[in-house]
Structure formats: structure tokens, C-alpha cells
């Protein structure tokens, strides 16, 4: 009996052990799994702009809001050094509508309302002209607290500024596309990166009446084409993060 007592004894006491075993393994392995200093790296970006509703177009929205937002998300793309970051980099890109009555060039989209809508929704936003207009200092008034992402799992911050910030026309960084440049300082993580060059290329796109080419449609639609309303853009290959 004592015997069959101490045997069970024994049985139960292994796992406990094992248990125990596993435990220092794991907790040895958390350990080591800390961020590492920034490094100088080259991430290749993905991901997509979303307009706010319902999208660029030649005659623009009229809203009786005094804000409206484009939505950004941008992560690394596939095959990129174990470095650059892991998340998506979500932000909100603030434009402040005009006022119908009062600005200097109203949307088309005020002319074609009738006093009772005006009366409702007197502002308006979303032309497409307004993107080569605005679209820089939105940018630079909106991300005015940095981006916040990783380098080498450390967290650090993109410093936005109005001389770092600029439109990409075709051929420069965007080869055929447009899109944003942004540089500056990077800060926090300590010492290992200094400076950032981020370009986002829009390439794709989607919408009322888009054919998939972000630049042709853009220019359709600020031309004068009433049929095209481009909902949302994604980035190209060419979209790059650079640390330094």
C-alpha cells in the first residue's frame, strides 16, 4: 500500500517538474525576445488611402461638418529585412470643407444645389484639385505629432514637417504615379537612426467610374469627368521607408 502510494506520489510530482521546466524555458525566452537598438534599413510599403466619402471627384461633396478625414493605412510589404516594422501605420489626414458662400472658388457642387440643400450642407470638400492644392499642408497640419511605427522592434517616431513634406510629381520617386514625400528626424529608440525618407506612391485605385490607375482617373476627374469618383487609392512598389 505504501508502496502504491509513493508510486502515485512520484507520478504526480513529473508534470509538476516538467511543468516547472517549461516554465524557465519560456520565461528565458520572453527575456530575450526584447526590442533591439533602430538600425539603418529599407522597408518596401503596402497598403491603401481611403478617401473620405464619397471620394475625390470633380465636383466635390457638400457636408454640413467642419472636418472630414482621409484614412491612411500603410504597412511593410512581403520580403522586407526582419527590422522594419510589423504594423500598420494608421492615421487620419484632417481637411478642413470651404464654405460655399464665402470662398473664393467654390466646388461646382455649390453652384448645382439648390438654396434648401445649401441651407443643410452649406460646406463643401472632396474635389479633386484639391488633393494637388491641400493635400501637403492637410498632411503636414495633421501628422503635426509624428508617426509613430518600430525599427527593429523599438518604437520610434517619424518627425512631420512643412519643409519635409512635398507633392511626388511623375517622374520623380513615384516613376509614372504621384504621391508624397516625406523626411525628417526620427526620435526615440536611442542612438542607431537619426533621419527617415518616407514616399508613398498612389498607384491603384477604386471607385465610381475608375479604371484601376490612380493618375489617369486623378486627372479625369479634376479635367472635368463628373463619372469618376476615386473612393480609395493603394500604394505601389515603388513606396519605400528609408531610416538612416
Do not use: W
Not at 19 to 26: D, L
Not at 56 to 81: D, H, M, R, W, Y
Not at 178 to 202: D, E, R
Amino acid at each position: 500500500m505504501i508502496r502504491k502510494m509513493l508510486v502515485l506520489a512520484a507520478t504526480v510530482a513529473m508534470p509538476a517538474a516538467a511543468f516547472a521546466g517549461a516554465t524557465a524555458v519560456t520565461g528565458a525566452g520572453v527575456a530575450s525576445a526584447k526590442a533591439l537598438p533602430p538600425i539603418p534599413v529599407t522597408c518596401n510599403l503596402a497598403g491603401s488611402v481611403t478617401f473620405a466619402k464619397p471620394g475625390l471627384s470633380f465636383n466635390g461633396t457638400l457636408t454640413n461638418k467642419t472636418v472630414e478625414q482621409t484614412k491612411t493605412a500603410i504597412g511593410a510589404a512581403t520580403g522586407n529585412p526582419a527590422a522594419c516594422p510589423t504594423k500598420t501605420i494608421k492615421n487620419k489626414i484632417n481637411t478642413t470643407p470651404g464654405v460655399c458662400a464665402t470662398d473664393p472658388s467654390p466646388a461646382p457642387a455649390c453652384a448645382l444645389a439648390s438654396a434648401k440643400t445649401l441651407a443643410k450642407d452649406p460646406n463643401f470638400y472632396g474635389t479633386a484639385s484639391s488633393l494637388a492644392t491641400a493635400g501637403v499642408s492637410n498632411i503636414v497640419a495633421s501628422l503635426a505629432g509624428g508617426i509613430a511605427t518600430t525599427n527593429n522592434g523599438t518604437k520610434v517616431t517619424l518627425q512631420v514637417t512643412a519643409p519635409g513634406t512635398s507633392s511626388i510629381l511623375p517622374g520623380g520617386a513615384c516613376g509614372s504615379d504621384i504621391g508624397f514625400h516625406l523626411s525628417g528626424a526620427v526620435t526615440g529608440g536611442g542612438a542607431g537612426v537619426s533621419s527617415y525618407v518616407l514616399n508613398i506612391c498612389l498607384t491603384g485605385d477604386s471607385g465610381t467610374g475608375t479604371t484601376g490607375g490612380f493618375f489617369a482617373d486623378y486627372l479625369a476627374a479634376a479635367g472635368g469627368n463628373t463619372g469618376v469618383t476615386i473612393a480609395a487609392a493603394t500604394l505601389g512598389t515603388a513606396s519605400q521607408l528609408t531610416f538612416s
